[in-house]
Each structure stands twice: as structure tokens, then as C-alpha cells.
């Protein structure tokens, strides 16, 4: 799965882009641990259901706990989910 995400979302950087020509967004891809958790961060599922659903889908992943909850704070340090 890719997710495309914005280089900037105040209007000094929007305008820079648009400025030089380039496009206000980048894409990543995700794993397919990471995809499951990405299509679940709707704000209404809690980390805990998150957690036990992915122990189910991906049940021979190690430290699957210490993942989510590290892929968890990277998205939220880089500011594509919030509390």
C-alpha cells in the first residue's frame, strides 16, 4: 500500500512549491503490517484493538507490540496522525 502525504501545509512552504513548480506531496509505501495499521487509524479504533487484531492477522511477526508502537509514534512525529 502507498499513502501519499504533504510536504507542507502552512501557506510559506505551499507557496514555495507551487513557486518552483513541484508537487506538495510524497509517497511512501508501507508493509503489509504496516498497511493493517495504517487502514485502521480512523481515530474511532483504539491502539489495543489495533494491537489484537494485528497479533491475529500477522501471528508469527515477533515484537509485533514494540512495532506498532514505534510505527505508531513515527506517524505521529511526523505529524500524519494525532491524539
Known amino acids: ?7 507542507f501545509t502552512g501557506t510559506l512552504g ?3 512549491v507551487k513557486a518552483v513548480k513541484k508537487e506538495n506531496a ?6 503489509p503490517l504496516g498497511s493493517s495499521v495504517w487502514k ?3 481515530g474511532i479504533v483504539t491502539v489495543k ?3 489484537d487484531k494485528i ?3 500477522f501471528p508469527n511477526q ?5 512495532r506498532l508502537f514505534l510505527f505508531l509514534q513515527q506517524l505521529h512525529s511526523l505529524g500524519y496522525l494525532t491524539l
Open 1 to 7: 500500500m502507498q499513502i501519499t502525504v504533504p510536504k
Open 14 to 16: 505551499k507557496g514555495l
Open 26 to 31: 510524497f509517497t511512501t509505501n508501507l508493509d
Open 40 to 42: 485502521q487509524c480512523d
Open 49 to 51: 484493538e489495533i494491537l
Open 55 to 57: 497479533t491475529v492477522e
Open 62 to 66: 515477533e515484537d509485533i507490540d514494540q
